[in-house]
């Protein structure tokens, strides 16, 4: 079936270096991504979104670029903080409204 | 303005009991789905509901189910609970105005444990 994001893998940074963070999706209807940080304890938490028309999206410190030919999707985060320690998610969503499929993860440590 | 609240935030139920988890969504916010989190399964989609209907349905068993009240609010139900429907129950309200995609926002979750 269609799956987001097959793996957990885990990335780890010293503080002040950039991150990224990498996300394949299968679903070429997909119109709408999302990136999520979940630290431990707490829901998911929104950072960023991008849609389908779009192919880059910056936001405070995070930068979001959409690949649509190889369906692929990676966070950026910048001048990256201890704070920043969290699983991150990828989320996409075609024209069903609240059938968000999410990636597995991905853990995020730095190290101060 | 106040998040998504869910409650209890923590449930300890044996097998074979059923459980109503209740979501308070965004003032405001119409959509309200529902996500099963497992560390073997990840983030699942259970249902979404629209102005007290179900709109859309995830792939899991029809023990589970949900209801909409006329102010958004939403509870979830599981029957006849199995040990492997521990997990953290998570809702997400959006705004949904104009009846396609928007971005949802989570509440902290409902831990529950059948033992």
């Known amino acids: 079936g269609e799956s987001v994001g097959l793996h957990l893998p885990t990335l780890s940074v010293q503080e002040g270096d950039n991150s990224i963070i990498n996300c394949a999706y299968s679903?070429?209807?997909?119109?709408?991504f999302i990136w999520y940080k979940q630290e431990s304890g707490k829901g998911p938490q929104f950072i960023i979104d991008?849609?389908?028309?779009?192919d880059k999206r910056q936001g405070q410190r995070v930068t979001v670029l959409l690949n649509k030919t190889v369906k692929h999707l990676s966070l950026q985060i910048a001048a990256t903080q201890p704070g920043d320690s969290a699983v991150y998610f990828c989320a996409e969503t075609g024209q069903l409204q609240g059938d968000m499929r999410f990636g597995a993860g991905t853990r995020l440590t730095v190290k101060p | 303005k106040a998040g998504v609240t869910q409650t209890p935030r923590y449930l300890i139920k044996t097998r074979g009991q059923q459980v109503t988890l209740s979501c308070s969504p965004i003032s405001g916010h119409r959509s309200v789905s529902w996500y099963q989190q497992t560390p073997g399964q990840g983030l699942q989609f259970l249902f979404e509901?629209?102005?007290?209907?179900?709109?859309n349905k995830g792939n899991f068993p029809g023990r589970f189910s949900g209801r909409q009240f006329s102010n958004s609010r939403s509870e979830m139900n599981v029957s006849t609970l199995e040990l492997g429907d521990s997990a953290l129950y998570l809702c997400?309200?959006?705004?949904?105005?104009?009846?396609?995609?928007?971005?949802?926002?989570f509440g902290p979750g409902t831990r529950l444990t059948v033992l």
């Open positions: 991008i849609r389908s028309n779009m």
């Open positions: 679903n070429s209807a997909s119109d709408y």
């Open positions: 509901y629209f102005s007290e209907t179900q709109r």
């Open positions: 997400a309200s959006s705004l949904d105005l104009a009846g396609g995609t928007d971005t949802q926002y």
